[in-house]
């Protein structure tokens, strides 16, 4: 008798929307364990209010457009765009900042784009885009190092409550790179700056390169699950690293070496969870690598000679506008055609 | 001479349904240079709006006498003559509002509102209808300048009739929000001009869809598909 089975292509593993939210969550841990065991837990409360105001957001935008509450809010969608926002945010910044952010990528990049699936513009990168651009002073005060802040102090300082006070806030170590060069006008090379200055850890900033080795271990970890393709994150990294070696081996007085770029500022965060959105990314494997690879050159060429402390947001937003012409062109031969289509 | 049902229609097109910065989307260099304030928004379009006036008299009173082959030159040159002497009135009488405006009002000759209403309407009907068209295109230009860059000037900065004293001195804007309000910046920029200009695009057409639903039998003689068809 013949067995007439599900065919072997059929067999797959049904992966749903809600799914592969969760597992992005569980992968984003390991770096925010880091971050909060390493910056402070005032991450904590950014994440908790930018969930909060994500579902608040999501949940009038689906209320307005009539869609079904109950599927759209569970699907976690929503939930990771605001992770990835209180992850690029200032861990310090007023409670208002996150909300105003977070509700920009909900209600303006996502839902006014037409909701899950059709926006063309990363929801987290426009509401990093929108608010650097916006407030440029909060945005770039970073907590200082060494600032021990317990938990009910930094909940004080995020809530208004506590005065900001300047020597708790500090540079990235990016924008502290850029910053020095600039004012030493060449009496200060990058080798001692790297060496001397606390801000800079073992191999990049001290601290936040323990939370991008995070964010690396987390985005393997979905690469291994089969839930992002390799392509892009490659294309991002390789990018990135060759413009910063090209130059580094050019100067390397006046340029940092390609490890500090890779665990500075959102490099790791954005190589496996902005670059890999499977919406307003590429989608064919041949695009996704072109697509990395130019945003990732693009960040290098912003954060090093542009006025903004990073560039990961810019570059991604320019490669977003980039990608139905990369799709159009790198298709894949139908199966059995030599030539391209 | 004019009767009600064609003033109306003239009012209507200019202040709604062919609206030059919401349906026609002409002018939009001013449109996002200028906003920045309510104060600049409107004074803007109340320059615009006597170029306008007067052109489109200028122009139809002359529209047997223009060659049609030349034309469009004419127009500029009778455009021309009539904003370099606005440009001259606000330097003698708004002179700090003339700088802070700056190139904007010379640039009002390559504007594309006033050169469409000569080219579409006043070189095609009487001076008074001309008249009116070039007054009512500018009151619907005014308003939307007005509701933009108030807007802007609210969400950027939290004032309102900010630079009010430049036209009547003495005068002072209004602190609405906080002073420690930070403002968003965005908002004030180009690209902030550009996204509220959306916005309001959006309530124009969703006003328009919400009348449209409630009347199902009128749905059909909706505004005309093309933005410049009338009068012609």
Known sequence: ?341 | MIDREQFRQIMDNGVWHQNASLIQLLGLCPLLAVTTTLVNGVMLSLATIIVMAVANVAVAALRNLIPHEIRIPVFILVVAALVTVVDLLFNAYFHELYLVLGIFIPLIVTNCIVLARVEAFANKNPPLQSLLDGIFMGVGLLWTLALLGGLRELIGGGTLFSGVDMVFPGAQGLQLLPADYPGFLLAILPPGAFILLGFLIAWKNWVEARAAARKPDSGADQASPLPLADGA
């Not at chain 1, 990528?105 to 006014?112: M, N, P, Y």
């Not at chain 1, 506590?162 to 020597?167: L, M, N, Q």
């Not at chain 1, 000679?305 to 031969?333: E, K, R, T």
């Open chain 1, 1 to 341: 008798m013949m067995d007439f089975s599900t065919p072997p292509y059929l067999l797959q593993e049904r992966i749903s929307v809600r799914r592969v939210m969760v597992q992005v969550l569980l992968a984003l841990l390991p770096g925010v364990a880091a971050y909060v065991w390493l910056i402070g837990p005032g991450i904590v409360v950014q994440l908790v209010i930018a969930t909060l105001t994500a579902l608040a957001g999501e949940a009038l935008m689906l209320g307005l457009r009539r869609k079904p509450l109950a599927l759209f809010l569970s699907d976690g969608s929503a939930i990771v765009t605001a992770w990835l926002i209180a992850l690029s945010f200032p861990p310090l910044a007023p409670w208002w900042l996150i909300v105003v952010g977070t509700l920009l990528a909900i209600v303006v990049a996502k839902h006014l784009y037409g909701g899950l699936g059709q926006n063309p513009f990363n929801p987290a990168m426009v509401a990093f885009a929108a608010c650097i651009v916006s407030f440029p002073a909060l945005m770039s005060q970073w907590p200082a190092l060494g600032l021990k802040l317990g938990f009910l102090e930094q909940l004080q300082i995020i809530a208004g409550l506590a005065p900001r006070i300047d020597v708790m806030s500090g540079a990235t170590p990016l924008d502290a790179l850029k910053t020095a060069l600039k004012l030493s006008d060449g009496s200060i090379d990058v080798p001692t700056l790297l060496a001397t200055q606390e801000v800079f850890g073992n191999f990049a900033g001290r601290g936040w390169e323990w939370v991008a080795g995070g964010y690396l271990l987390g985005g393997l970890y979905l690469w291994q699950r089969k839930l992002i393709s390799w392509h892009a994150p490659f294309g991002f990294i390789l990018g990135l690293s060759l413009l910063a070696a090209a130059l580094w081996a050019w100067n390397p007085q006046q340029f940092a070496n390609p490890l500090f770029h890779l665990f500075s500022g959102g490099a790791l965060l954005g190589a496996f969870f902005i670059v890999t959105d499977p919406v307003s990314g590429c989608t064919t494997p041949k695009g996704k690598l072109i697509f990395g690879l130019l945003a990732g050159l693009l960040a290098y060429i912003i954060r090093v000679f542009g006025g903004f402390p990073d560039g990961v947001a810019f570059a991604v937003l320019l490669m977003n506008l980039c990608v139905p012409l990369i799709d159009m062109y790198s298709q894949p031969p139908v199966f059995g055609l030599k030539d391209e289509p």
